[in-house]
Nanobody
Framework: QVQLVESGGGLVQAGGSLRLSCAAS????????MGWYRQAPGEQREFVAT???????NYRDSVKSRFTISRDNAKNTVYLQMNSLKPEDTAVYYC????????????????WGQGTQVTVSS
């Protein structure tokens, strides 16, 4: 099995910064895409940013130029640097590992972390 452990959430004032981390552990051979999603109260989970194994990054329009996703393949870890935070960024942020290839198992699977709360006060 695979575990995704997130850290780095918290409470910050508008205009501040936070850095989220997510480490994947288990009998992992490779991970295709690692990324971040978020879910605000009463809303559906939405895409924030992804980083593919080939190095391609994608961002939702509202976070471009403010958030930066990075990845350490050797550590199976993905980061999200969030700058110039706004109250509308308040949500639970979830890490996702997609296309995970495990030792001794055919096929690939997707996994989610437990989520970390980010609260931005105005």
């Amino acid at each position: 099995q695979v575990q995704l452990v997130e850290s780095g959430g918290g409470l910050v004032q508008a205009g501040g910064s936070l850095r989220l981390s997510c480490a994947a552990s288990g009998s992992i051979l490779s991970i295709n895409t690692m990324g971040w999603y978020r879910q605000a109260p009463g809303e559906q989970r939405e895409f924030v940013a992804t980083f593919t194994a080939s190095g391609t990054t994608n961002y939702r329009d509202s976070v471009k130029s403010r958030f930066t996703i990075s990845r350490d393949n050797a550590k199976n870890t993905v980061y999200l640097q969030m700058n110039s935070l706004k109250p509308e960024d308040t949500a639970v942020y979830y890490c996702n590992a997609a296309g995970v290839w495990l030792r001794g198992r055919a096929g690939r699977s997707d996994y989610w972390g437990q989520g970390t709360q980010v609260t931005v006060s105005s």
